[in-house]
């Protein structure tokens, strides 16, 4: 199959202020072990307004942004292949782990190229170019690829959305003997919902948004309930008293997080998921009386991204039902500022719109 590939592509970076800048560069030529993506979704992402879009916050770490061309949920269409790459073709469309580590440390070793230490480590929209451009060079090892029935939106979602939610249920060891408290239900809170649910759990959905409690009814929520200051309680009534199996937050607010501790059944599983913040608790009621055991856990590994690939496709399940505005590449302007007010779901620049 041969690919028209121009001399030059439209690419967006974020130069801090809110604003958003459109440039013209060369499309890249991948390297050995690389291929060359045309971008067909990027969806954007919380941290992209926390670390990048609104001020450049991290000068030496992981959340650094490097004026690179942004974006780091991408999905695409393989278009040429460097040399060396054996396990993939033109014209395969894929999903990418978001970041690329040294691929030598224990952390790498193992898939988790998020936790690499190492000064190699690259994240795609933040040390290097990333989705928000019409193509893009992607390693293989961070390349996965997607089933017929997953759309290039789905793939966009998978490595930092899904796959988070993923990690934290699996941490928790979740099954279809437990009940998962989900607090707080923005993209992460909904995906934590539709997985529990393909993993055969029962669900019960909290937070104080209307929007969002709307969204988690429409993804298959058994239960959702407003955040008010008896949601505990409440909880406690479903229960039979006894509380839940496994309690995820997804809100990273100190009253989630401490409300999940205080529904967790005994003997049960904590997951804290959502980011910043704080939480003080008294851990002789909430944690050691109760027999608790308290995750923290974070984004997931290529191996465990590959294997939620194919559950998704077997619970015929679309990561894209979270997604509530679309944009084309040229529009990531309006994108970002929708995404900025808070009120939606998951924003997602589809490259195939004009
Ligand atoms: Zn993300
Ligand atoms: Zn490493």
């Known amino acids: 199959m041969e690919m028209n590939i121009p001399k030059k592509m439209l690419g967006m970076k974020l130069p801090g202020g809110a604003k958003v800048e459109a440039v013209e560069v060369d499309v890249p030529t991948p390297g050995y072990g690389q291929v060359l993506l045309k971008m067909k979704a990027a969806s954007l992402c919380g941290s992209d307004l926390k670390y990048i879009y609104y001020e450049h916050t991290d000068k030496t770490g992981g959340a650094r942004y490097d004026d690179v061309i942004a974006g780091h949920e991408p999905s695409g269409q393989i278009v040429a292949l460097g040399e060396g ?35 190699e480590r690259r994240a795609y929209g933040w040390q290097r170019d990333g989705a928000l451009g019409e193509y893009m060079v992607a390693d293989v090892s961070t390349c996965i690829l997607l089933p017929e029935f997953l759309t290039y939106e789905d793939g966009a979602m998978i490595a930092c959305g899904f796959g988070t939610a993923y990690q934290g249920l699996l941490r928790a060891g979740v099954s279809g003997q437990d009940r998962v408290l989900v607090m707080g239900l923005g993209p992460v809170g909904q995906a934590t919902i539709m997985i529990a649910k393909a993993l055969g759990a029962e669900t019960i959905g909290v937070d104080i948004s209307e929007e969002r409690m709307e969204m988690a009814k429409n993804v298959g929520a058994d239960v959702v309930l407003k955040g008010n200051d008896n949601v505990v309680e409440e909880i406690m009534k479903l229960t039979d008293g006894k509380g839940v199996e496994v309690a995820i937050d997804c809100s990273g607010s100190s009253i989630g997080r401490h409300r999940c501790l205080e529904a967790a059944r005994m003997w049960g599983n904590v997951v804290y998921l959502g980011e910043q913040g704080t939480v003080t608790f008294e851990p002789s009621p909430l944690l050691l009386h109760k027999n608790l055991t308290l995750h923290g856990s974070w984004v997931t590994s290529v191996g465990n991204m590959e294997r939620l690939v194919e559950l998704l496709d077997r619970k015929k399940i679309h990561p894209s039902k979270v997604i509530t505005h679309r944009f084309p590449l040229r529009e990531t302007d309006k994108a970002f500022e929708i995404f900025a007010t808070g009120k939606t779901g998951k924003v997602c620049i589809n490259h195939e719109m004009e």
């Open 85 to 119: 790459v054996t396990n993939f073709k033109i014209g395969d469309k894929v999903c990418v782990y978001h970041i690329q580590g040294c691929g030598y440390c224990d952390e790498c070793k193992k898939g988790y190229f998020i936790n690499c230490q190492m000064p």
